[in-house]
C-alpha cells in the first residue's frame, strides 16, 4: 500500500521572528530596570558578497529588536597585527558585550588565531577552543549559532529525540562536530544515539536508512535524496547553495543539501531552505548577545 507522509515545515524565518520579540521585550525590561542594552559588534574583512550580506542581517536584526550593534569594515589588504589591535580594542571595551569577526578571513590572515584572540567572555559566535569546551562538558558557555539555531527548533517543535538514532552529515568545527555533541548529550532534545557520517564513510545510506533524525550539513546542493531516508524522518538542512538560475532576477536559486520534494515526502518534519536554519542562526547569535550583556551587568 502507498502510504502519504504529510510533512511539518520547521519555519524558521517564523520561530527566529518569534524569539526576536522575545528578544525585544527582554530590552523593555533591561532598559526599564536602567540596566545597560545589549551591544554586538562585528568586524568585517574584505568584500565577499555573502560575508556582506550576513553581516549586513546581524546589524538590521539587532536595531530591529533594540539592541546596539557597532560594525568595523577592514579592507582584505588589512594586516594579521591590524586586526589583532581592534580584537584587543574590543576585548577592553566595557561598553560592548559580545562580538564576531566574520569568516572566511583573507589567506594572509590566521583564522584560528583570530579566532583565540577573542575574549572567551565576548566571543558570542562560540567558536572559541574555551567555549567549544565547555559547550562539550555542559558548563554554562555560547554554543555556536548555527547548532544553537537548530536545537532552539527542535525544542520549540517539541520533536522527540530520546533514543533516536541521528544521524548528522559533515563534521564541520562549526556544525557538524558541536551537533554530534549536543545530540548525544543527557538532555532534552538530545539523549540521542549519534553517528556521525562524513566525506569519508562507506555506505553512507545504510546510515541514513536507518536515521529517525538526519542533520546535513555538507554544502553539496541536494545531496540526501528521497531513496536514502524512511518514512517519518526528521530532517534539519543546513546546506545553502547558489544554483544558477536564468529563470531568477538575481540568476540564481538557493539549494539545500537535501532534494526537497523527494525528501519532504517521506519525512514528518523537514527544514526548508531558504527559511529554515538561516534565519535560526541570527536569532541564536543575539540570545547569546542578550546572555553576556545580563552576565555582565
Ligand atoms: N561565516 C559563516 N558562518 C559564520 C558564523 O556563524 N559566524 C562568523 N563569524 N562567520 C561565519
Given at each position: 500500500?502507498?502510504?502519504?507522509?504529510?510533512?511539518?515545515?520547521?519555519?524558521?524565518?517564523?520561530?527566529?521572528?518569534?524569539?526576536?520579540?522575545?528578544?525585544?521585550?527582554?530590552?523593555?525590561?533591561?532598559?526599564?530596570?536602567?540596566?545597560?542594552?545589549?551591544?554586538?559588534?562585528?568586524?568585517?574583512?574584505?568584500?565577499?558578497?555573502?560575508?556582506?550580506?550576513?553581516?549586513?542581517?546581524?546589524v538590521k536584526a539587532?536595531?530591529?529588536?533594540?539592541?546596539?550593534?557597532?560594525?568595523?569594515?577592514?579592507?582584505?589588504?588589512?594586516?594579521?597585527?591590524?586586526?589583532?589591535?581592534?580584537?584587543?580594542?574590543?576585548?577592553?571595551?566595557?561598553?560592548?558585550?559580545?562580538?564576531?569577526?566574520?569568516?572566511?578571513?583573507?589567506?594572509?590572515?590566521?583564522?584560528?588565531?583570530?579566532?583565540?584572540?577573542?575574549?572567551?567572555?565576548?566571543?558570542?559566535?562560540?567558536?572559541?577552543?574555551?567555549?567549544?569546551?565547555?559547550?562539550?562538558?555542559?558548563?554554562?558557555?555560547?554554543?555556536?549559532?548555527?547548532?544553537?539555531?537548530?536545537?532552539?527548533?527542535?525544542?520549540?517543535?517539541?520533536?522527540?529525540?530520546?533514543?533516536?538514532?541521528?544521524?548528522?552529515?559533515?563534521?564541520?568545527?562549526?556544525?557538524?562536530?558541536?551537533?554530534?555533541?549536543?545530540?548525544?548529550?543527557?538532555?532534552?532534545?538530545?539523549?540521542?544515539?549519534?553517528?556521525?557520517?562524513?566525506?569519508?564513510?562507506?555506505?553512507?545510506?545504510?546510515?541514513?536508512?536507518?536515521?529517525?533524525?538526519?542533520?546535513?550539513?555538507?554544502?553539496?546542493?541536494?545531496?540526501?535524496?528521497?531513496?536514502?531516508?524512511?518514512?517519518?524522518?526528521?530532517?534539519?538542512?543546513?546546506?545553502?547553495?547558489?544554483?544558477?538560475?536564468?529563470?531568477?532576477?538575481?540568476?540564481?536559486r538557493l539549494v539545500?543539501?537535501?532534494?526537497?520534494?523527494?525528501?519532504?515526502?517521506?519525512?514528518?518534519?523537514?527544514?526548508?531552505?531558504?527559511?529554515?536554519?538561516?534565519?535560526?542562526?541570527?536569532?541564536?547569535?543575539?540570545?547569546?548577545?542578550?546572555?553576556?550583556?545580563?552576565?555582565?551587568?
Amino acid at each position: 500500500m502507498e502510504s502519504e507522509t504529510t510533512y511539518q515545515l520547521l519555519d524558521g524565518k517564523q520561530t527566529s521572528a518569534d524569539i526576536k520579540a522575545e528578544l525585544a521585550v527582554e530590552v523593555e525590561k533591561i532598559k526599564a530596570a536602567g540596566g545597560s542594552i545589549p551591544h554586538l559588534a562585528a568586524i568585517l574583512v574584505g568584500d565577499d558578497g555573502a560575508s556582506h550580506t550576513y553581516v549586513n542581517a546581524k546589524v538590521k536584526a539587532c536595531e530591529l529588536i533594540g539592541f546596539k550593534s557597532s560594525l568595523y569594515r577592514f579592507d582584505a589588504s588589512v594586516t594579521e597585527e591590524e586586526l589583532l589591535k581592534k580584537i584587543e580594542e574590543l576585548n577592553n571595551d566595557p561598553d560592548l558585550h559580545g562580538f564576531i569577526v566574520q569568516l572566511p578571513l583573507p589567506d594572509h590572515i590566521d583564522e584560528q588565531k583570530i579566532i583565540e584572540a577573542v575574549a572567551p567572555e565576548k566571543d558570542v559566535d562560540g567558536f572559541h577552543p574555551e567555549n567549544i569546551g565547555k559547550m562539550a562538558l555542559d558548563l554554562p558557555t555560547f554554543v555556536s549559532a548555527t547548532p544553537y539555531g537548530i536545537m532552539q527548533l527542535l525544542e520549540r517543535y517539541k520533536i522527540d529525540t530520546v533514543g533516536k538514532h541521528c544521524v548528522i552529515i559533515g563534521r564541520s568545527h562549526i556544525v557538524g562536530l558541536p551537533m554530534s555533541i549536543l545530540m548525544g548529550k543527557k538532555k532534552n532534545p538530545g539523549n540521542c544515539t549519534v553517528t556521525l557520517c562524513h566525506s569519508r564513510t562507506a555506505n553512507i545510506k545504510d546510515f541514513t536508512l536507518d536515521a529517525d533524525i538526519i542533520i546535513v550539513a555538507l554544502g553539496s546542493a541536494e545531496f540526501l535524496t528521497g531513496d536514502m531516508v524512511k518514512e517519518g524522518v526528521v530532517v534539519i538542512d543546513v546546506g545553502i547553495t547558489r544554483v544558477e538560475d536564468n529563470s531568477k532576477k538575481s540568476g540564481y536559486r538557493l539549494v539545500g543539501d537535501v532534494k526537497f520534494d523527494e525528501v519532504a515526502a517521506k519525512s514528518s518534519y523537514i527544514t526548508p531552505v531558504p527559511g529554515g536554519v538561516g534565519p535560526m542562526t541570527i536569532a541564536s547569535l543575539l540570545m547569546n548577545t542578550l546572555t553576556a550583556a545580563k552576565r555582565g551587568s
